[in-house]
């Protein structure tokens, strides 16, 4: 047998402790998963619903189960506080956070004429609040120690937003742009920041449109299918190990071709 060097041990993250947002299920909790099986103890982040906690505890006894690390946090990131609270249990009960994947987000259908208040500031609190304030909490944290991963989960919306997504579009979009501002500060430090973007992915929240819309979605993908929570693993793990120590700024996308098509 050839005496090479492993390509793959790059991907381990023994000793490295990785936060993921809206984990209970699908995208997030696939991405906590991988994470855990390469070494990382997880913080599985949930909003705290009664069915929230039942995912979050399966995701956690599952990780445990394979002989990982895991635990749950219950967060309404909507409510005033929350992820700062969050924050500061998962660094109390860990110690410290080497990896931030921001990928809890909410989205409220309706036309762009009929948007209210609350549904904006809802969305706002979610998708842009909660993810500046966990780069305060945390970033920090990963320059100090001279190494860390940071990853936000944008959507295709950045590039072509959905009608009746006004809100939620624009929040990935400017989700995509701290990235990238982030990036550009954070850059010598150790620390990584860049944006993965799913295209259609068949979760929960898309069901209904794919169950309405699906072929004129899939129309428009040139592998012809819809993609899963597992297709976002190969390209999380390598934006959160040192596999991708030279990717910096960048926004990934895993959509099957939409982006061109």
Avoid at 4 to 23: I, K, Q, S, W, Y
Wanted: charged content about 20%; some cysteine.
């Amino acid at each position: 047998m050839p005496n090479l060097p492993d390509p793959m041990a790059a991907f381990r993250l023994d000793g490295r402790v990785a936060l993921v947002t809206g984990a209970r299920r699908e995208i997030g909790r696939a991405i906590a998963t991988a994470l855990a099986a390469q070494g990382a103890a997880v913080a599985i982040h949930h909003a705290g619903g009664a069915e929230e906690e039942r995912d979050a505890a399966d995701a956690v006894a599952a990780i445990v189960a394979g002989g990982g690390r895991a635990i749950a946090f219950a967060s309404d990131f909507a409510e005033d506080g929350a992820p700062e609270r969050l924050g500061a249990e998962v660094l109390a009960a860990f110690g410290k956070v080497d990896i931030l994947v921001v990928n809890a987000s909410i989205e409220i259908i309706e036309d762009w004429d009929r948007i209210g208040r609350a549904a904006f500031d809802r969305q706002v609190a979610v998708n842009l609040w909660a993810t500046l304030a966990l780069l305060q909490a945390l970033a920090p944290g990963m320059v100090a120690r001279g190494w860390g991963r940071i990853v936000t989960i944008g959507s295709i919306q950045q590039q072509q937003p959905h009608p009746r997504m006004l809100v939620y579009a624009g929040t990935k979009a400017a989700q995509h742009n701290w990235a990238v501002n982030l990036a550009r500060q954070l850059g010598g430090t150790g620390v990584t920041v860049n944006n993965l973007s799913p295209g259609v992915i068949a979760t929960a929240r898309n069901r209904e449109q794919l169950a309405s819309d699906g072929g004129r979605l899939l129309a428009r993908v040139p592998l012809g299918r819809t993609g899963t929570p597992a297709d976002l693993v190969g390209a999380a793990l390598l934006l959160c190990t040192d596999a991708g120590a030279y990717i910096h700024g960048a926004d990934i996308l895993v959509d099957g071709g939409r982006a061109i098509s």
